[in-house]
């Protein structure tokens, strides 16, 4: 079982790793991102310690290829806040018919009606070991 998870690096990293480190105990291979440190503090992009270059796009386009190779895509919206690239990768997700599931209720309703669901990592998990 493979996920990606996408969330506001700059606002709920800490709790983004949290998501990792839940999913890994689960036997969930996390393809992106890599829990590390941010090492561009400062920056819009961030870029972590185990990213393979600091070119924003490409960082970008390595993610999405992750979310083509995963089972689902997990949105760590803590307060329900999505941003705009964690919206871009939803939406490639959906064309890329991919599970999307928020760890809360997304604060946009079209999201809302967008996603697959709202559950815990340890549910999702299950869902799809179930399936």
Same mark, same amino acid.
């Given at each position: 079982?493979?996920?990606?998870?996408?969330?506001?690096?700059?606002?709920? $990293?800490?709790?983004?790793?949290?998501?990792?480190? !839940?999913?890994?105990? +689960?036997?969930?291979?996390?393809?992106?991102? %890599?829990?590390?440190?941010?090492?561009?503090?400062?920056?819009?992009?961030?870029?972590? !310690?185990?990213?393979?270059?600091?070119?924003? %796009?490409?960082?970008?386009?390595?993610?999405?290829?992750?979310?083509?190779?995963?089972?689902? +895509?997990? @949105?760590?919206?803590?307060?329900? $806040? @999505?941003?705009?690239?964690?919206?871009?990768?939803?939406?490639?997700? @959906?064309?890329?018919?991919?599970?999307?599931?928020?760890?809360?209720?997304?604060?946009?309703?079209?999201?809302?009606?967008?996603?697959?669901?709202?559950?815990?990592? %340890? !549910?999702?998990?299950?869902? $799809?070991?179930?399936?």
């Amino acid at each position: 079982m493979k996920c990606v998870i996408s969330g506001s690096f700059r606002k709920h $990293y800490d709790d983004i790793c949290r998501v990792i480190s !839940e999913f890994e105990k +689960l036997s969930v291979e996390v393809l992106s991102p %890599k829990k590390s440190a941010i090492v561009n503090t400062n920056e819009t992009f961030a870029i972590l !310690e185990t990213d393979k270059s600091n070119d924003s %796009k490409e960082l970008e386009e390595d993610h999405l290829n992750a979310i083509r190779q995963c089972d689902f +895509l997990y @949105i760590c919206d803590i307060g329900g $806040y @999505i941003g705009t690239s964690t919206l871009l990768e939803i939406g490639f997700a @959906i064309g890329a018919a991919k599970a999307v599931y928020c760890i809360e209720q997304p604060k946009e309703p079209i999201i809302r009606i967008l996603i697959t669901g709202i559950a815990s990592p %340890k !549910e999702t998990a299950h869902i $799809y070991a179930t399936t």
